[in-house]
């Protein structure tokens, strides 16, 4: 599982491909750093339900 900003989705899609693997992703938002305590729990929320779902899966 892994937890990626948006500013990096290029970059796994071209690490996945080099791999040849497809990796269990959950994409939040960009830039991270300088979000505030309530922005940075806002992210998670709604970013449970997706790693939930892909734990499950």
Do not use: C, W
Request: hydrophobic fraction near 50%; charge should be negative; aromatic fraction near 8%.
């Amino acid at each position: 599982m892994n937890i990626v900003t948006t500013g990096f989705v290029d970059g796994v899609a071209a690490q996945s491909e080099s791999l040849g693997f497809d990796p269990a992703v959950v994409y939040v938002p960009h830039p991270i750093q300088n979000r505030t305590k309530a922005e940075i729990e806002a992210i998670a929320d709604d970013a449970f339900a997706k790693v939930m779902a892909l734990l499950k899966s």
